[in-house]
T-cell receptor, first 110, second 112 residues
Framework: QKEVEQNSGPLSVPEGAIASLNCTYSDRGSQSFFWYRQYSGKSPELIMFIYSNGDKEDGRFTAQLNKASQYVSLLIRDSQPSDSATYLCAVNNAGNMLTFGGGTRLMVKP | DTGVSQNPRHKITKRGQNVTFRCDPISEHNRLYWYRQTLGQGPEFLTYFQNEAQLEKSRLLSDRFSAERPKGSFSTLEIQRTEQGDSAMYLC??????????FGQGTRLTVV
């Protein structure tokens, strides 16, 4: 079992819709959680991080964390074609490294 | 540009050759990481420096791989006797906080 699991997609949503990206992790000791966006051929770009249970909002993005269910999600409201990318979930287990999921490819269709 | 800088951006090498990549982190960041990413996968941790000290190494980092960070500034990653399985994107990241990571543009290695 992988430590961080994501559905590889593609997840296809129409422009203006809400895109919901999900991630589960296996280590209950995980302390911090990150979402990165990666355009094809480019490096990962940090979008959001969350440490506590609940929701954290930043513009069109909302990260949700449920430690009891070992579940992290990212909601993108008013999805735009420019949001089309691979979204990587990453987890820190109180060490000095991030463990990444395989990423979910999001396609926003005009 | 004050982001993480990696050179070269692309490297094509013949199997068995040695290659070296360079990473210049964001200047105030004392933490530096190397990751490797293959197509369709998320980045995998290779090694971590705090200042000039290499504090963690992944089991992925075989003895053909070596990394240095002299003087706690830039870092180099060397791969000796390259193999086709080494073909990947090599990503460098730096941070000030212990768990955030800001990535450079990566070095894409192709071993032929």
């Amino acid at each position: 079992q992988k430590e961080v699991e994501q559905n590889s997609g593609p997840l296809s949503v129409p422009e203006g819709a809400i895109a919901s990206l999900n991630c589960t992790y296996s280590d209950r000791g995980s302390q911090s959680f990150f979402w990165y966006r990666q355009y094809s051929g480019k490096s990962p770009e940090l979008i959001m991080f969350i440490y506590s249970n609940g929701d954290k909002e930043d513009g069109r993005f909302t990260a949700q964390l449920n430690k009891a269910s070992q579940y992290v999600s990212l909601l993108i409201r008013d999805s735009q074609p420019s949001d089309s990318a691979t979204y990587l979930c990453a987890v820190n287990n109180a060490g000095n490294m991030l463990t990444f999921g395989g990423g979910t490819r999001l396609m926003v269709k005009p | 540009d004050t982001g993480v800088s990696q050179n070269p951006r692309h490297k094509i090498t013949k199997r068995g050759q040695n290659v070296t990549f360079r990473c210049d982190p964001i200047s105030e960041h004392n933490r530096l990481y190397w990751y490797r990413q293959t197509l369709g996968q998320g980045p995998e941790f290779l090694t971590y420096f705090q200042n000039e000290a290499q504090l963690e190494k992944s089991r992925l980092l075989s003895d053909r791989f070596s990394a240095e960070r002299p003087k706690g500034s830039f870092s180099t990653l060397e791969i000796q006797r390259t193999e086709q399985g080494d073909s990947a994107m090599y990503l460098c990241a730096s941070s000030y906080r212990p768990d955030e990571a800001f990535f450079g543009q990566g070095t894409r290695l192709t071993v032929v």
